[in-house]
């Protein structure tokens, strides 16, 4: 059973650069697909996009100017860098995988950490 | 502003038979798998029905998925006070370099 955790600030400037974690147990980062989803306070699920064991990525259009999302295969660890921080990005960030059923098939997610863009 | 569309609110009392809708286009449900998500109050989000209509193990066979066209349904018989939680329903959308689509969510009420 694969298990994910994030970690990072959970309180970050505006106009900053916010940086989070994922570790995972249970499985490799070197299989399929290593997502970042995230929630604002009392609304629905936004994609944030994902990192392909292959190396490729794919991003929210939305987001896809601020985003960054890569993988560490020695560490077992994936990554998200969002820059240019506004209060909208508050939410919790959930780090997710999916298998060989495609990347909207998310098969297990982290707890999720909420993060704070404040002054 | 999603593009899969699902009602904001749904109740019913413990036995009844709920459906809750979600509805999309030929680049998202008409031509991919759907997906099902219950989130509980607190909790992260957990997959509840993939590939339209696919229970993974451990979910109760109350719970069933659908789809037809550009429009996908979520069915739960036997309403349990514990099914009380947001669903979300969810596609791969082909436009442009393709992208993971959520639903807005459904708050089911169990009366």
């Known amino acids: 059973q694969v298990q994910l955790q994030e970690s990072g600030p959970g309180l970050v400037k505006p106009s900053e650069t916010l940086s989070l974690t994922c570790t995972v147990s249970?499985?490799?980062?070197?299989?399929?697909?290593w997502s970042w989803i995230r929630q604002p306070p009392g609304k629905g699920l936004e994609w944030i996009g994902y990192f392909y064991y292959s190396g490729g990525t794919n991003y929210n259009p939305s987001l896809k100017s601020r985003v960054t999302i890569s993988g560490d295969t020695s560490k077992n660890q994936f990554s998200l860098t969002l820059n240019s921080l506004t209060a909208a990005d508050t939410g919790v960030y959930y780090c997710?995988?999916?298998?060989?059923?495609?990347?909207?098939?998310?098969?297990?997610w982290g707890q999720g950490t909420p993060v704070t863009v404040s002054s | 502003q999603s593009v899969l569309t699902q009602p904001p609110s749904a109740s019913g009392t413990p036995g009844q038979r709920v459906t809750i809708s979600c509805s999309g286009s030929t680049s998202n449900i008409g031509t991919n798998a759907v997906n099902w998500y219950q989130q509980l109050p607190g909790t992260a989000p957990k997959l509840l029905i993939y590939r339209s209509n696919q229970r993974p193990s451990g979910v109760p066979d109350r719970f069933s998925g659908s789809k037809s066209g550009t429009s996908a349904s979520l069915a739960i018989s036997g309403l349990q006070p514990e099914d009380e939680a947001v669903y979300y329903c969810a596609a791969w959308d082909d436009t442009l370099d393709g992208r993971v689509m959520f639903g807005g969510g459904t708050k089911l009420t169990v009366l």
């Open positions: 997710a995988t999916s298998g060989i059923m495609g990347p909207s098939t998310i098969e297990s």
């Open positions: 249970g499985d490799s980062v070197n299989t399929y697909y």
